[in-house]
């Protein structure tokens, strides 16, 4: 079972920057892609940004375009998410989780890193 856990999260004023890491262990790594669901209190979990492991082909949700960009590291089996311009709305817990193909749903997820922007 690969493991993952995300780092980053913080609390910081509106029109910031954060960067998430969520690092794979346990195994290789061997999933097909990568995704960032932030969850704010009442709310669904959604997927905001995304990437394939091999081609590194991304997607981004509307709301999060211009300002997220989600990356990976291939040797550390690491993705990141640098958030910048940040907003209110944006505060939320942040999970990472991973699928082994792009034709099931994300099904491991790690613990979660809170978001929080203040205005």
């Known amino acids: 079972q690969v493991q993952l856990v995300e780092s980053g999260g913080g609390s910081v004023q509106a029109g910031g920057s954060l960067r998430l890491s969520c690092a794979a262990s346990?195994?290789?790594?061997?999933?097909?892609?990568m995704g960032w669901f932030p969850q704010a209190p009442g709310k669904e979990r959604e997927i905001v940004a995304g990437?394939?492991?091999?081609?590194?082909?991304?997607y981004y949700a509307d709301s999060v375009k211009g300002r997220f960009s989600i990356s990976r590291d291939k040797v550390k089996n690491t993705v990141h998410l640098q958030m910048n311009s940040l907003r209110p709305e944006d505060t939320a817990v942040y999970y990472c989780?991973?699928?082994?193909?792009?034709?099931?749903?994300?099904?491991?997820w790690g613990q979660g890193t809170q978001v929080t922007v203040s205005s």
């Open positions: 346990g195994r290789t790594f061997n999933g097909a892609a």
């Open positions: 990437i394939t492991w091999n081609s590194g082909t991304t």
């Open positions: 989780a991973t699928r082994p193909s792009t034709a099931v749903p994300y099904n491991n």
